[in-house]
C-alpha cells in the first residue's frame, strides 16, 4: 500500500531529515514509528500527505508516486489518507462536533449524513456526549479523541497519528493506542510515531525505529529502548 | 445558500471590517450614482434643448415677404435645420396674448405691428447654431437674432466637465474600495490560516477554500452597491418637487422605476466583479495552501 523507495528528504538550511529510507506498509499493517526527537518521524508522515516532498527518491501510494500528484489532486489523496496531528490542530472557535464535521464538510456531505457519521465516529472514540463542547472544555485526552475522530470520520485508508499520546498521562494514552488499535482491526492502516516506550512495548506490533534520518531497525512485534 | 449562510456568520464573527468593506463600496456606488444621474440628467436637458428651436430671428419692419422668404431658403439649404417655422406678426401677438394672459394692462398698450415677424429655426445639432446665427446676421434686413447658443454651450461644458469629474473621482473611489477589499479579505485569511491549512490536509479542493472569500467579495459588492441605489431612490424622491421646479418645463418625473432596477443590476455587477477580483488578489496574494 505505501512504499518508501531511497527517500531523503534535506531542508534548505542543510538538515537531513531523512536519508534513504527504505520501507514497505502494507494494507492494516500497524506500525509504530519510534526514534528520539529529531529523529525524522514527522517528516516521514509528512511525506505520506505532501505536505513535504522528498529531496530524493519516491514515496509511493498503492501506484502512485505521491511527489508527482498535482496540486489540483492532491484533495483525492489527502481524502484516504486521515491524520491526527501532534499538535491536534483543532479548531478552538467550533465545537467538537463542527471539528469532526469539517472532514465530511469538504467531501461536500449533506447535513443528514454529516450528523450521522459524525456522531457515530464521536461514538467510536467515546465522547459522543461532548459533541458540544468547544476544545478548551476538554481534557487532554477528549481533545486527542476529537482529533482522532476527525481523522477516521471519513473513513480513510490510511490514518497517520504523529505523538497523538505526547501530553497525555499513560492511562489515557493506552485508551487511545486501544482505540487506534480498534480502528485498525476495521481495516485502516496505522502508522502511529512515538517516543513513548511504554506504548511501544505494551502493544507489540511492527516497530520502525529511526535515528538520524535512517531506519536504524524495523521489527514485526517490536520493542522500543530509548537511547 | 448553505455557503452563503456560513460567509454571513464569518462575517458576523468580526463585524467591523466587513462593515468598512461594505460603507467603502456604498459610497463608491453613491458617488457612481449620483454622477451617472448628473450625466443623464445634463444629457436629457440637452436633448430638451437641442429639439426646441434653437435661433430665433427677428425681421426688420422694413423686410418684405420676399426677403424673409430668401432668407429662410439659405437657412434651409445648409443642410443643418430640422426645421424652420415663419411667425407672422399677428401670431406672434397671439404668443405675446398667451403669455401675458394675466396681465391685461400689457395686453391693452400692444397691438401686432409693435411686434416683428420672425423665423424659429430647429437646427439638428447644438454646435450648428453658430454658422446659422452667422448666416442671419449677416442678412440686412434681419433686426436681431436670439440664440440659447450660450446655454448650449454652457451645458455641454457642465456635462463634459461631469463625466471627466466623475470618471476621475469614482475611478479614486473605486481603487480605494478594490484596495480596501483585497486588505480585509487579506486580514480574513491571515485570521483564518489555521482553519484554511487544516482543511487543506482533510482534503479540501483549492476551490473550496477559496469559495467564501469570493462570496465575502461579491456580497460586500452587492450590499454596497444595494444601499446606495436605495439612498439615490430616497433622496430623488424625497427631493423630486425641487428638482421639477428647478427643471421648469423639462419633464423628468416621474422617474420609470425600471432605471432604478437597471440601476441597480449594472452597479450590483460591477460591484461584485470589484469584489470578486479583489479578493481573487487577495487569495492569490495571501492563501499559501500547502
Redo the contacts between chains.
Keep these: 500500500m505505501l512504499e518508501f523507495i531511497a527517500v531523503s528528504k534535506q531542508f534548505p538550511d542543510g538538515q537531513v531529515a531523512l536519508d534513504d529510507i527504505n520501507l514497505k506498509i502494507e494494507g492494516s499493517d500497524f506500525v509504530f514509528i519510534t526514534g528520539p526527537s529529531g529523529a525524522g518521524k514527522s517528516t516521514l508522515l509528512k511525506l505520506i500527505?505532501k505536505?513535504l516532498v522528498p529531496t530524493s527518491g519516491q514515496v509511493m501510494f498503492n501506484e502512485d508516486d505521491i511527489a508527482k500528484i498535482p496540486?489540483?489532486k492532491l484533495?483525492?489523496l489527502?481524502?484516504r489518507v486521515?491524520?491526527v496531528?501532534q499538535d491536534f490542530?483543532l479548531?478552538l472557535?467550533r465545537t467538537v462536533f463542527e471539528n469532526v464535521a469539517?472532514?465530511l464538510e469538504?467531501?461536500?456531505r449533506s447535513d443528514s449524513e454529516i450528523e450521522k457519521e459524525v456522531s457515530e465516529a464521536l461514538e467510536k472514540v467515546g465522547i459522543l456526549e461532548k459533541a458540544d463542547y468547544f476544545p478548551a472544555q476538554l481534557s487532554g485526552g477528549e481533545v486527542q479523541r476529537t482529533a482522532i475522530a476527525?481523522a477516521i470520520v471519513?473513513n480513510p485508508e490510511v490514518l497517520l497519528a504523529d505523538e497523538p499520546t505526547g501530553d497525555l498521562d499513560t492511562k489515557t494514552a493506552e485508551q487511545v493506542v486501544e482505540l487506534l488499535e480498534k480502528i485498525n482491526k476495521e481495516g485502516t492502516t496505522v502508522l502511529m510515531a512515538t517516543h513513548n516506550s511504554t506504548i511501544v512495548n505494551k502493544f507489540k506490533k511492527r516497530v520502525v525505529h529511526l535515528k538520524k534520518g535512517k531506519i536504524e531497525k524495523d521489527q514485526k512485534e517490536g520493542k522500543y529502548e530509548p537511547d | 445558500m448553505n455557503q452563503i449562510k456560513k460567509t454571513v456568520k464569518l462575517l458576523r464573527r468580526s463585524p467591523y471590517q466587513a462593515l468598512a468593506a461594505a460603507l467603502a463600496m456604498s459610497l463608491t456606488f453613491f458617488v457612481s450614482s449620483i454622477f451617472i444621474i448628473l450625466i443623464i440628467g445634463g444629457q436629457i436637458v440637452l436633448n430638451y434643448i437641442e429639439q426646441r428651436p434653437e435661433v430665433i430671428v427677428f425681421f426688420a419692419d422694413e423686410a418684405n415677404q420676399t426677403e424673409i422668404d430668401d432668407l429662410t431658403s439659405k437657412v434651409r439649404s445648409t443642410g443643418l435645420t430640422k426645421e424652420i417655422k415663419f411667425v407672422s406678426k399677428e401670431e406672434a401677438l397671439a404668443i405675446y396674448r398667451e403669455r401675458n394672459k394675466d396681465d391685461p394692462l400689457l395686453l391693452e398698450s400692444v397691438t401686432a405691428d409693435f411686434l416683428p415677424r420672425s423665423i424659429d429655426i430647429s437646427v439638428n445639432r447644438a454646435s450648428d447654431i453658430k454658422q446659422i446665427t452667422e448666416l442671419a446676421q449677416g442678412s440686412e434686413h434681419v433686426d436681431k437674432v436670439i440664440t440659447p447658443e450660450n446655454l448650449v454651450e454652457q451645458l455641454v461644458k457642465w456635462t463634459k466637465t461631469i463625466r471627466l469629474g466623475g470618471l476621475v473621482f469614482v475611478s479614486t473611489l473605486l481603487s480605494i474600495s478594490f484596495l480596501i477589499i483585497i486588505m480585509v479579505i487579506g486580514m480574513r485569511i491571515a485570521i483564518r490560516r489555521e482553519e484554511v491549512s487544516i482543511m487543506s490536509l482533510v482534503g479540501a479542493t483549492k476551490w473550496y477554500i477559496a469559495r467564501p472569500f469570493f462570496i465575502e467579495g461579491s456580497l460586500y459588492g452587492i450590499l454596497g452597491a444595494s444601499v446606495s441605489v436605495l439612498l439615490i431612490y430616497v433622496l430623488l424622491l424625497f427631493y423630486s418637487p425641487q428638482i421639477q421646479n428647478f427643471l421648469g418645463d423639462i419633464r423628468v418625473f416621474p422617474i420609470n422605476p425600471l432605471f432604478f432596477l437597471y440601476l441597480w443590476a449594472a452597479e450590483a455587477l460591477t460591484a461584485a466583479l470589484i469584489g470578486i477580483i479583489g479578493a481573487a488578489i487577495a487569495l492569490y496574494r495571501y492563501l499559501k495552501i500547502k
Design positions: 500527505t505536505e496540486a489540483n484533495h483525492i489527502r481524502r486521515g491524520t496531528f490542530k479548531l472557535n469539517l472532514s469538504v467531501l461536500k476527525r471519513s
